[in-house]
């Protein structure tokens, strides 16, 4: 097992998918970029192969859309830095989230609204107090699985 012992202002998967483990523990300081990085690396990989994610939680009700539909907001051309529009060439700049997945879209924000929208997600979630009542969830097609706050 590899600790980061340095202070880093934010967190960089550089070191850790150099191991090239199946697996991959991260624990760290709060608020240092951890579920940013990971949110930017399955995008990357979602652009360039079409690969999904699962985004896991402990209890269902983090992943209200009250308490979730902001999630990839740092990727955003409203919220954020337009790393969605960079990635996607200016075909969609924002995330939707709607039935527990989130899909690429681009919003007007001169029209308030969203003038398209992915006919499929690109990241799915789930919760572990939930998990056996949802047969068939298990898609058996995700590239990443983020666990987040399992603490």
Avoid at 38 to 50: I, R
Avoid at 72 to 89: L, M, Q, S, V
Avoid at 90 to 102: A, I, L, Q
Avoid at 104 to 113: G, N, Q, R, T, V
Wanted: hydrophobic share 30%.
């Amino acid at each position: 097992m590899m600790f980061h012992k340095n202070k880093t202002e934010y967190y960089s998967l550089n070191r850790i998918n150099k191991t090239n483990s199946l697996y991959n523990l991260i624990i760290g300081q709060r608020s240092n970029g951890k579920t940013y990085a990971c949110l930017k690396q399955s995008l990357d990989e979602y652009v360039k192969t079409g690969k999904l994610t699962v985004y896991i939680r402990r209890y269902a009700e983090s992943l209200t859309p009250k308490n979730i539909k902001d999630l990839f907001n740092p990727f955003t051309t409203t919220f954020g830095n337009a790393y969605i529009e960079k990635i996607t060439n200016g075909e969609f700049n924002h995330v939707f989230y709607r039935s527990n997945t989130f899909y690429l879209a681009y919003y007007d924000s001169e029209k308030d609204d969203y003038t398209k929208k992915a006919d499929f997600g690109f990241c799915y979630t789930s919760a572990i107090n939930t998990w056996e009542n949802c047969k068939g969830a298990d898609k058996g097609i995700f590239k990443y699985i983020i666990f987040d706050e399992f603490m």
